[in-house]
């Protein structure tokens, strides 16, 4: 019993000491679209203008964009996706207190089907 | 529930507290990308070879730094505003529960349909059985059923209190003279803890909370023994 529930220090990696990216859902793969659009813009920007310092200031500005946006759009998926498993999982629990009542909604689609043919 | 060197949240364990962790990560994330930002412009500070000293305005910068944050902020605050509503949604609870706090315990009171009410003290140290939690265990704990709408009303007999649960995502004070209501789910069974959260006295921190969530059988065979 002491033993439950510590953390398993292997498995969590804190980004400046405060961002698990490996316990937070999407916070990998935005930093790792980060760091790749980072990498892009501020490449691309020193190739086309030999500019060092300007460069890695664009390249920061993209690492925070890019990330930002793979956060956002990421979160929003999975803020989606668990609505849904949740919608489904109270569905799965009434089921069968549902089952053969008006809530039922297969005696629903059972009766579309009947009047359809 | 915690455990030794936890700095984060305790796992969620009711749908409202799983929002606050979802806010928490996001609120989390902005903060990295403005401490990376920060580091990043203190850097290129020390490094640069460049100083004008003549500066009278600064119109472009100022702009920046000031709608930077607004937006910073806007982006913050409607995650936030959306969990704050969340929390106050009314749910047609199926069971409602008063807990009162005295000076060092709590009593619990299920009156929905018989008259249970009974006093939660703390274990102490010296009874405790080999392999409890120190200082968070107690006689009589709080049994409800889980994945039920749950109404507590919250209020004290002397001083301040407040009734805490940290994985159910509920804090309310416990004010002599007043109601207090709080409405959770408890998605999972289990036990959880908490410990009173406002000043109370000597012994504030030795009344804790303890919550067991069982399936609706349990619990009413529970309640009938209780009662009985």
């Not at chain 2, 529930?1 to 606050?20: K, N, R, T, V, Y």
Request: overall charge negative; glycine content about 6%; hydrophobic content about 40%.
């Amino acid at each position: 019993m002491a033993g439950e529930g510590e953390p398993d220090s292997e498995k969590t990696f804190k980004l400046l000491g405060i961002l698990d990216v490996q316990n937070i859902p999407c916070s990998r793969e935005s930093i790792l679209y980060g760091s790749l659009g980072s990498l892009v813009v501020g490449l691309g920007h020193f190739l086309a203008t030999s500019r060092v310092r300007r460069s890695f200031d664009f390249g920061m500005g993209g690492f925070v964009l890019t990330t930002l946006g793979c956060w956002i759009y990421c979160r929003y998926n999975h803020a989606k996706l668990r609505i849904q498993q949740r919608i489904i999982q109270e569905g799965m629990r009434n089921k069968i207190l549902y089952e053969s009542s008006d809530f039922d909604p297969e005696r629903k689609q059972n009766s579309n089907l009947g009047s359809k043919s | 529930m915690a455990h030794p060197l936890l700095l984060g949240f305790q796992d969620a364990m009711s749908p409202i507290m799983e929002e606050l962790l979802h806010f928490h990560d996001h609120t989390l994330m902005i903060v990295f990308l403005i401490s990376t930002m920060v580091l990043y412009i203190i850097t290129l500070m020390m490094t640069t070879k460049l100083t004008y000293t003549n500066t009278m305005n600064a119109q472009e910068v100022e702009m920046i730094w000031t709608i930077l944050p607004a937006i910073v902020l806007i982006t913050i605050a409607l995650p936030s505003l959306r969990v704050l509503y969340l929390m106050d949604e009314i749910n047609n609870p199926h069971l409602t529960i008063k807990a009162m706090g005295h000076q060092w315990y709590w009593t619990y009171e299920y009156t929905d349909y018989e008259n249970l009410e009974f006093d939660s003290y703390m274990t102490p140290t010296k009874t405790l059985p080999n392999g409890h939690f120190r200082l968070l265990e107690v006689d009589h704990r709080m049994v409800m059923p889980m994945e039920s709408p749950i109404r507590m009303l919250v209020s004290a007999e002397d001083v301040l209190h407040s009734w805490a649960v940290p994985s159910l995502g509920v804090k309310t004070d416990a004010v002599p003279g007043r109601l207090n209501q709080a409405t959770f789910i408890v998605t999972r069974p289990g036990v959880f803890y908490g410990q009173c959260s406002e000043i109370c006295g000597a012994n504030h921190s030795f009344m804790p909370i303890v919550i067991e969530s069982v399936p609706l059988w349990h619990f009413e065979n529970w309640s009938s023994l209780m009662f009985s």
